[in-house]
């Protein structure tokens, strides 16, 4: 067993902490997580190390938060009440049928919450804010800003949040988060009532500024789901423009920069340039920047608060699968951009995917750290895709870390006015995390019979390498839209250099159809839902199905890999968990097969000084839920322990009285914040 450090010791070490220079800390300091990913370098790191494999399994719930989500205010002539959710959604909807594109939702609980001074603080799919005391659970306040009383925020997923951002200048301490009504909105971190020094009474409008922000005058504007970052007195933050349009005109999603204590508007990033002489405008052709959107930063941010630099990871324009209407590159779509803290100049970029229609957003923001290249140290950064390319940088001047090869692609769709990028970048180092491209010879072969089946289930699909086309007839593209990574992203050890990435191994079919006769549409094509048929007849069915739930692609079907950044190399992969459901198949369970990776969610890890945390869904050495904790240096799962409900936001951890703690969300009937400790 590790050594124990004495009580005062460890106070020490607390002091010690705490005293570092901002600047110069990667990774939570003084035993709090003041930032989404632990700090802006977006390491999600704490040296914690009370915790370790030994003890791991000896975790016991110290306290479980029910979401606040559950039961909301409502006022009467007595007074305010609390009322179940769905009784009050019941009322709202019957006094207005139309109020919401979707019914909201309490269950997709993603935060990650911050802990300072003892109170842990979150926000919830309804986009309230809640403080919590972090010894006991109990709720301190809670923030509701009401917005399901106004009606849906945009699709895809309305109710969905991931968290919030904490500032404090000595004498004065706010909690900000984006809300679904397009606000950017600020509150006493002691008491959650409105920040009266910010914007307008503790709102600043996101929408303002923002072309055809309110594409539907009965629909709310873009929100943002994901928490803002602050980096000394600046906030900065992304958006969340939905995706799923019949139009090809959409709001962009500008990265936005606001003053932390008055709410004043700094500078915002173009993603999608403005005017004809803008950088980057020329690679929209027939000036398409006038109209496109989305361009999301809709992931976490990262910043290095020494450079004063912050990196901005760029979404697909609008429509995510068909770009006909935007012939060209599309900058800043599916980039990386380091911006100048304060003014929001552009610095570097870098793009990922040209003229994309994979969906494949940069859907989590970079993995900041410093390593040594050839003998050289370096400021590095790390960027984690959903096509399972690690892409890494200078972060100082941009410039790979290895070379990035451009190569040529497929481009032969049958997509009327498609016109696809002859060229793609891709990384010479690291090699990909997770199966790209889907052959014949991917398919899952454990046995002859099954072997058969996944083939008759691609037939009449387009197979093919990563980048090809997408088609009428359906092409299998993998990594899924979804992503190989998600937006949990990475996370990295500082003191080793080392990227821990967890990801899936799935695949997307889209399909296309022309917009109905009277159908508001100024797309080519839209995407096809349910039972709707091609256009052109093409393949019956939606997606390649195996029979009886098996699974279509040899495993492993989700997996943790780590990769040494100061020599681009993999370490090690495992499987994430046994994947039992598919080991005990009828037709394969006996057959002694090792493990094939479980059901994972899209949540990232946990890295301490000790270990390496990451969540299963369903899959693991238990029959549900664990949080399983894994050997840095060897990928060995050491200890699990279960959960109530399966995890939904990625875990964090804090010291407190002497005590170290790992908070998690998790969902299920009610969903809920559970924190583990030690038995003393």
């Not at 999600?44 to 306290?63: M, R, T």
């Not at 010894?135 to 009606?151: F, M």
């Not at 970029?349 to 994309?356: D, I, L, R």
């Not at 799962?637 to 279960?642: E, N, Q, R, V």
Request: charged share 20%; with cysteine.
């Amino acid at each position: 067993m590790s050594p124990r450090m004495p009580n005062l010791g460890r106070a020490l070490l607390v002091i010690w902490l705490g005293t570092v220079p901002a600047a110069a800390q990667q990774g939570a300091a003084g035993g709090e997580w003041r930032s989404y990913a632990a700090d802006a370098w977006g390491t999600k790191y704490s040296p914690l190390d009370q915790i370790d494999g030994e003890n791991f399994g000896d975790l016991e719930a110290a306290w479980r938060w029910r979401t606040a989500d559950s039961h909301l205010p409502v006022e009467d002539e007595h007074g305010v009440s609390f009322v179940a959710a769905e009784t009050v959604f019941e009322r709202l909807e019957a006094q207005n049928p139309k109020l919401w594109v979707r019914r909201p939702g309490i269950a997709r609980l993603s935060a990650t919450p911050l802990m300072v001074d003892g109170v842990l603080y979150l926000a919830t799919p309804l986009y309230q804010a809640a403080a919590i005391d972090a010894r006991t659970g109990e709720t301190l306040w809670i923030h509701n800003p009401r917005v399901y009383e106004s009606g849906s925020p945009p699709l895809p997923s309305p109710w969905n949040h991931r968290g919030v951002a904490y500032w404090e200048d000595g004498e004065e301490a706010r909690i900000i988060w984006g809300t679904g009504d397009g606000y950017l909105t600020a509150v006493d971190a002691r008491t959650g009532l409105l920040a009266s020094g910010f914007g307008d009474n503790g709102r600043v409008s996101l929408e303002e500024g923002i072309p055809r922000a309110r594409d539907n005058p009965n629909r709310l504007p873009p929100p943002s789901r994901s928490p803002p970052l602050v980096v000394g007195d600046t906030i900065v933050v992304g958006s969340s423009v939905h995706d799923y349009l019949l139009k090809k005109e959409n709001a962009p999603g500008f990265a936005r920069a606001y003053d932390a204590r008055t709410g004043r508007h700094k500078w915002d990033f173009h993603t999608v340039p403005q005017s004809a002489d803008e950088f980057g405008s020329d690679t929209w052709l027939d000036e398409a920047w006038r109209y496109s959107g989305n361009t999301n930063v809709w992931g976490n941010i990262a910043a290095d608060p020494e450079l004063g630099y912050v990196y901005l990871p760029t979404s697909t324009p609008t429509s995510d699968y068909y770009g006909g209407h935007r012939i060209g590159d599309n900058l800043f779509a599916e980039s990386l951009i380091c911006v100048d803290l304060e003014t929001g100049q552009r610095v570097w970029h870098f793009q990922m995917v040209h003229h994309g229609v994979w969906d494949y957003d940069n859907p989590t923001g970079p993995n900041l750290l410093d390593i040594t290249v050839d003998g050289r140290r370096v400021k590095a950064l790390a960027q984690v895709t959903k096509q399972g390319y690690v892409y890494a940088f200078d972060r100082v001047t941009g410039e790979p870390l290895w070379p990035i090869e451009e190569r040529p692609v497929a481009t032969d769709t049958d997509l009327e006015g498609e016109l696809l990028a002859p060229s793609q970048p891709f990384p010479t180092r690291p090699a990909p995390f997770e199966y790209q491209g889907a052959t014949l010879d991917d398919l899952i072969d454990f046995t002859p019979e099954v072997r058969q089946m996944a083939v008759e289930a691609v037939e009449g699909f387009r197979l093919g390498p990563l980048y090809t086309p997408l088609s009428l007839n359906g092409t299998v593209f993998r990594p899924s839209a979804g992503g190989g990574a998600s937006w949990g992203g990475g996370a990295v050890d500082p003191e080793t250099g080392m990227l821990y990435i967890p990801s899936r191994n799935a695949h997307s079919v889209m399909r296309f159809r022309e917009p109905e006769p009277g159908e508001e549409s100024t797309l080519r094509y839209v995407l096809s839902r349910g039972g709707a048929p091609f256009i052109a007849g093409g393949n019956p069915r939606r997606t390649p199905v195996m029979p009886r739930g098996l699974p279509l692609w040899k495993p492993p079907y989700s997996r943790m890999t780590a990769i040494d950044m100061n020599t681009g190399e993999h370490t090690w992969m495992t499987p994430l968990g046994n994947g039992d459901r598919v080991r005990n198949h009828p037709l394969l369970r006996h057959l002694d097969l090792p493990p094939l990776g479980g059901d994972s969610g899209r949540n990232g890890p946990l890295v301490t000084e000790t270990l390496l945390v990451q969540s299963l869904t369903a899959g693991g050495t238990g029959d549900g839920p664990q949080l399983v904790a894994y050997d840095k240096a060897s990928g060995e799962a050491l200890a699990a322990i279960d959960l109530p409900g399966g995890a939904i936001g990625s875990p964090m951890t804090y010291l407190l009285d002497g005590r170290q703690y790992i908070a998690v969300t998790v969902g299920g009937e009610t969903p809920a914040l559970v924190a583990y400790r030690l038995p003393r």
